[in-house]
């Protein structure tokens, strides 16, 4: 439910660093609780935000909510399938349900996010 | 002071006194208002009127005004004196549909969702575009609810907008953007087409959309096509473009000229001039852009039952979740208008609205030929035109208004107040009801000055 190798944010987003990159996307409790997601907005590549920011906004059946950067970057990468399946963040929210991928600017932010287990603290 | 209209009488006045403690109006005011401010004596206001005296006055004050109905009008831009067929003031004043607001409740409304969604329907086959709102206040907050979409959608802030657009739109676009931090630069004309070189140097990767209106407030139909490729210029910019829905009758929609936002007044569909309001805004855009839309959008469903039904929708993007990030507060809708609007174009169909179009067109040119041949007067601007065009007078406007108004003509629009250099400049606007007669008397008259 809630992978070892990735680490989370107080917004319930995940980020998986990867060859130099690091992507990002919304956990298996964001998905449960917005519902159907039919909608994803996606930034364009190469826009830089801080960490924290606002980067798109995610849709569902019954709400909309913002999606923010874990950590500050570029971002590198768009998962553009999701224009056309939305519903892999709810299906697939590790692998296919991916967002964005960026480029981090300052490794140590990292340090700042939970790991599995104390994400999973948070949602007890 | 008691009264049959006012709900409070002597016996709720000592309750509600009686329960704050108080014996008398005159201590409760006195406890917070200081003395020094307060007003002693009586008001200096006429008598009371009966009903019929006071019915009396207002029909003699109404009387002052002259009814578009009494006159001849050559009143243009963006609001004209075009003919309402009988059948949607009927179709209006079913009760039904009174309400301008919005029909929240769907197993109750589905009369008026149902017009909405041909509204919306009807305003999409006339632009060419993908999507229509359920209708805007006005062309001109249409226009600026346009800016503001192309800006949040492009992530940028600069506005590029001819000045052939109607110059009451461009200064709620101001008021908009000034509130917005928006940047707007405006594009000169040049003999009353927007100057294409210029808003080319114009466009940069910073330029969220161009704005441009066909045809022009100076009445002359513009050459989209270039203006659309100037989008190139820049790096996501949109165009948005200010139409006549009646002129698509006879010219090119903007669906066809890879246009992004279509907008403007639909006071012309169906709807009465009545001294300026209440009108209608249609807007309509490209379906990429349709979770950026302001305002409602209703949408065709099914029932439990798979009857067809319509709802609202796309609601949860704007004011209801994410109000405080919402591009736009629009949250109501013209709907009577929006019936008006809709009947009007059923009733006409396409060939109706050709015919309505065509005949603007071909009266337009006939009385600018007229006034064009006239000593004292002059067209200045080559472009064609479509219902309206400029006219320049060797005499002042005033004294040409004062005179034609007193033989029963209302002759158009002062330019002045709004373009430099135009002191004695109008615009003249003919629609399908003007007739040869009217047209040939009012150049008599234009003439006689």
């Given at each position: 439910m809630y992978p070892e190798e990735l680490k989370y944010t107080d917004d319930h987003e995940w980020i998986r660093v990867e060859n130099g990159k690091a992507y990002v996307g919304l956990t298996q409790y964001a998905q449960e609780q917005l519902g159907d997601v039919v909608f994803v907005e996606l930034p364009d590549v190469g826009e830089e935000f801080e960490m924290g920011d606002s980067f798109g906004v995610v849709e569902s059946v019954k709400t909309v909510s913002d999606l923010f950067m874990p950590v500050g970057g570029k971002v590198v990468e768009i998962n553009e399938d999701l224009e056309d399946s939305p519903e892999a963040v709810n299906e697939d929210p590790y692998g296919d349900g991916w967002i964005v991928a960026i480029e981090i600017?300052?490794?140590?932010?990292?340090?700042?996010l939970m790991d599995s287990e104390a994400y999973q603290k948070t949602l007890e | 002071m008691n009264h049959q209209f006012l709900p409070n009488n002597e016996e709720s006045r000592r309750e509600m006194l009686e329960s704050l403690g108080l014996s008398s109006i005159e201590e409760l005011f006195g406890c917070c208002i200081p003395e020094n401010v307060r007003f002693k004596g009586s008001l200096d206001l006429p008598k009371p009127l009966s009903e019929l005296e006071a019915r009396r006055l207002l029909t003699q004050i109404a009387n002052v005004n002259k009814p578009v109905s009494q006159m001849v009008s050559f009143l243009g831009g963006g609001v004209a004196d075009h003919y309402i067929p009988a059948a949607v003031d009927h179709i209006l004043s079913r009760s039904e549909f009174y309400t301008a607001y919005t029909p929240y409740q769907a197993e109750v409304s589905q009369g008026t969702l149902q017009n909405i969604f041909e509204f919306q329907t009807l305003i999409c086959m006339l632009t060419g575009m993908d999507v229509a709102n359920a209708s805007m206040y006005d062309g001109a907050s249409a226009l600026a609810e346009a800016v503001l979409m192309a800006s949040s959608a492009t992530r940028q802030d600069k506005i590029v907008i001819s000045q052939t657009v109607n110059p009451q739109y461009r200064e709620t676009v101001q008021t908009y953007a000034d509130a917005t931090g928006l940047e707007i630069v405006e594009i000169p004309h040049k003999d009353g087409q927007t100057d294409l070189d210029a808003m080319e140097k114009a466009?940069?990767?910073?330029?969220a959309a161009i704005a441009i209106q066909n045809p022009n407030f100076f009445g002359i139909i513009e050459d989209p096509f270039p203006i659309s490729k100037l989008k190139e210029k820049g790096k996501k910019t949109l165009l948005i473009s200010v139409v006549d829905p009646l002129s698509l009758g006879v010219i090119v929609p903007p669906g066809d000229y890879d246009c992004d936002i279509a907008l403007g007044e639909g006071q012309p569909l169906g709807n009465p001039i009545s001294f300026g309001g209440p009108h209608l805004g249609f807007f309509a855009a490209k379906e990429n852009l349709i979770r950026r839309m302001p305002g409602r959008l209703i949408g065709q469903t099914k029932d439990v039952d798979g009857k067809r039904g319509f709802v609202m929708t796309l609601q949860t993007r704007e004011q209801h979740i994410r109000r405080h990030r919402?591009?736009?507060?629009?949250?109501?809708?013209q709907a009577l208008n929006a019936l008006g609007a809709a009947s009007y174009l059923n009733l006409m169909g396409k060939e109706g609205i050709q015919e309505v179009a065509q005949q603007c067109l071909q009266k337009a040119n006939y009385l600018k030929d007229k006034i064009e041949a006239l000593?004292?007067?002059?067209?200045?601007f080559n472009g064609p035109v479509f219902k309206e065009f400029a006219v320049k007078a060797n005499r002042p406007f005033e004294e040409i208004q004062k005179v034609l108004v007193e033989k029963g003509f209302l002759p158009g629009i002062h330019l002045q107040p709004y373009y430099d250099g135009m002191d004695d400049w109008f615009l003249v606007c003919v629609t399908e009801k003007r007739t040869r007669e009217e047209m040939d008397r009012f150049a008599a008259g234009l003439e006689g000055v």
């Open positions: 600017a300052d490794k140590s932010q990292l340090d700042q | 466009i940069d990767d910073k330029t919402a591009t736009s507060n629009i949250c109501t809708n000593p004292g007067y002059s067209i200045p």
